[in-house]
């Protein structure tokens, strides 16, 4: 059974970079076309899909933040991390730990942690 | 870059009533690149729809989606009580993803 537990700080501090840690379970990031993303949602707003990263370890990120975010994985630790730098009040928002599988049917996010909330404030 | 419109923003439905929500691309998408979420309080996005038109596992035949070109459309007939969240559609492809503004269904 997939599973995904996001964790890392809840209050972070304006201009400081922000650490998020996913742990998943029940899969691989080594296993083909299977990747782990990031995707954020403000209180009451949208979803905004911010970083993916595959078995193979290409990335991709959103055009609009790619330059204050970094994904690594740990497949040793089945561990994929999100850091986003220079944060903003703007970037408050609930994180989701995402899992989807490039080869599989659904092609997109069919497993959600979660998520943790993150409040930028000083 | 896609841009997902949806419409309306809260569609007002009394329950055993059908609801029929839309979603617009900002150019041309392929069909199986569509998927749809949906969301109760509280809860992460739930994928029930994706390739447009595919039901995944356990999720009621009374959920319908269909569309191609920038328009698609989801259908939800016979409201039940669970049925009453907000739904969003999704653009996805291997390197981008985006997601529309949601579209809530409340009880009238």
């Known amino acids: 059974q997939v599973t995904l537990e996001e964790s890392g700080p809840t209050l972070v501090k304006p201009t400081e970079t922000l650490t998020l840690t996913c742990n998943f379970y029940?899969?691989?990031?080594?296993?083909?076309?299977?990747?782990v993303g990031w995707i954020r949602q403000p209180p009451g707003k949208t979803l905004e899909w911010l970083s993916v990263?595959?078995?193979?370890?290409?990335?991709h990120y959103s055009p609009s933040l790619r330059s204050r975010l970094s994904i690594v994985k740990d497949t040793s630790k089945n561990q994929v991390v999100l850091s986003v730098t220079n944060v903003d009040p703007a970037d408050t928002a609930t994180y989701f730990c995402?899992?989807?599988?490039?080869?599989?049917?659904?092609?997109?996010?069919?497993?959600w942690g979660h998520g943790i909330l993150v409040t930028v404030s000083s | 870059e896609i841009v997902l419109t949806q419409s309306p923003g809260t569609l007002s439905v009394s329950p055993g009533e059908r609801a029929t929500l839309s979603c617009r691309a900002s150019?041309?998408?392929?069909?199986?690149?569509i998927a749809w979420y949906q969301q109760k309080p509280g809860q992460a996005p739930r994928l029930f729809i994706y390739g447009a038109s595919t039901r995944a596992t356990a999720f009621p035949d009374r959920f319908w989606g269909s569309g191609s070109g920038t328009d698609f459309t989801l259908t939800i007939n016979r409201l039940e009580p669970e049925d009453f969240a907000v739904y969003y559609c999704h653009y996805y492809t291997t390197s981008s993803f985006t997601f529309g503004p949601g579209t809530k269904v409340e009880v009238k």
């Open positions: 150019q041309t998408v392929t069909s199986n690149s």
């Open positions: 995402v899992y989807c599988d490039s080869l599989g049917p659904e092609r997109t996010f069919e497993h």
């Open positions: 990263i595959y078995w193979d370890d290409e990335k």
């Open positions: 029940g899969f691989s990031l080594i296993t083909s076309g299977v990747g």
